[in-house]
């Protein structure tokens, strides 16, 4: 320090830049302790992330922080069910949540059954997957999510409790049925019904109204883009329509009841089905 001071000596700048000399260490030493600490956390985040990356795949898709078992019915719909059971989900022929004439003869059929089909899968005209294809959930979080599916569409079935006991559930049901003797008695008949409407639209409009029908300008089941149009005309519109025949201004050709012996209030019926299948709530 000597020598180097005696060399430099008289000029005002050395000191200014042995000043700045001085100010550059500080500040390096400074950033260097921050530092240690910062570097610190970067590794703990770096170390979360790979653990994340490296997780097991249904575990990063249903990454919303519940433990897997404990997951709500909401939580479940939320990351599985809603993509294809959500109220304006597109999926043909899946119940939609809220729409209560979707759901009455789902649970009519009863809980037990319900829980059946989405545990295991269900072929109707759709295809529900074993799980709603998550197979990872448990199956109380399966439960759950029917439960809370049909809870928001016209049922009443008690809440199965998040991480409740495994017997929970078969107990629920029982009692579902018990709480629910009154709103039961109107699904019956509306599943009655709307069996009947079924087979007849099977017998008789299917050949040119079935979801994959290539019959030009006929709105096909479970479409909301050709019904939303036909629903918006009222249904008695439709009832008309369908009895007597219609041709619309693209020319397709409806036959009067669709060629078939069915009577007006059974062609009724089928409108109603059909146009229940694409989102009316006749
Ligand atoms: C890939 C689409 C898809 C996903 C995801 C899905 N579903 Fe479904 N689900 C359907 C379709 C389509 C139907 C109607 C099947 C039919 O009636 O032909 C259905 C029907 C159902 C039914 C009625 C079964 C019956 O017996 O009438 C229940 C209950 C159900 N799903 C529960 C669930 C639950 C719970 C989940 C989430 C864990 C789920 N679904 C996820 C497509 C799906
Ligand atoms: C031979 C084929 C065929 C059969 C069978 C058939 N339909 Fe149609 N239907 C059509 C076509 C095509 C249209 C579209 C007409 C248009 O808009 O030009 C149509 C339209 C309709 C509409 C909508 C009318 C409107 O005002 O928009 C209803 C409702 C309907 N059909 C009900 C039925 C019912 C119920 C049955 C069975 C009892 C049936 N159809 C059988 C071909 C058929």
């Not at 009655?192 to 087979?199: F, H, N, P, R, S």
């Not at 149009?229 to 036959?255: N, S, W, Y």
């Given at each position: ?258 060629g078939s012996a069915l009577s007006d209030d059974e062609v009724k019926a089928v409108v109603t089905y059909m146009a229940n299948q694409a989102g009316a709530k006749f």
């Amino acid at each position: 320090m000597n020598s180097f001071k005696n060399k430099q000596q008289g000029s005002a700048l050395t000191n200014l830049v042995g000043g700045i000399a001085i100010l550059g260490i500080s500040v390096f030493l400074l950033a260097k302790l921050a530092n240690s600490g910062y570097s610190a956390d970067v590794d703990l985040v770096t170390e979360n992330a790979t653990a994340t990356r490296i997780m097991p795949a249904g575990n990063l898709k249903l990454g919303d922080g519940a433990e897997p078992g404990q997951r709500t019915g909401k939580q479940v719909f939320d990351k599985v069910c809603f993509q294809c059971h959500a109220a304006d989900s597109s999926t043909a022929f899946s119940p939609k949540m809220t729409h209560n004439a979707d759901w009455a003869p789902r649970i009519a059929k009863g809980l037990d059954t319900l829980f059946n089909s989405a545990l295991h899968g269900f072929t109707g005209q759709g295809n529900m997957p074993a799980k709603g294809g998550a197979t990872d959930l448990t199956d109380d979080e399966v439960k759950r999510a029917v439960v809370y599916m049909a809870n928001n569409s016209g049922g009443s079935f008690p809440e199965p409790v998040a991480g409740g006991a495994a017997s929970a559930p078969a107990s629920a049901s029982g009692a579902a049925v018990a709480g629910q003797a009154e709103p039961e008695k109107n699904t019956e008949v509306a599943a009655a019904d709307d069996g009947q409407a079924k087979a007849n639209f099977e017998k008789s409009c299917q050949a040119c109204h079935a979801a994959n029908s290539a019959i030009p300008n006929a709105p096909k089941l479970g479409n909301k883009d050709d019904w939303a149009p036909r629903i918006a005309q009222g249904k008695d519109t439709l009832f008309k329509h369908a009895i007597e025949g219609f041709t619309g201004a693209k020319g397709g050709v409806m036959p009067p009841k669709g060629g078939s012996a069915l009577s007006d209030d059974e062609v009724k019926a089928v409108v109603t089905y059909m146009a229940n299948q694409a989102g009316a709530k006749f």
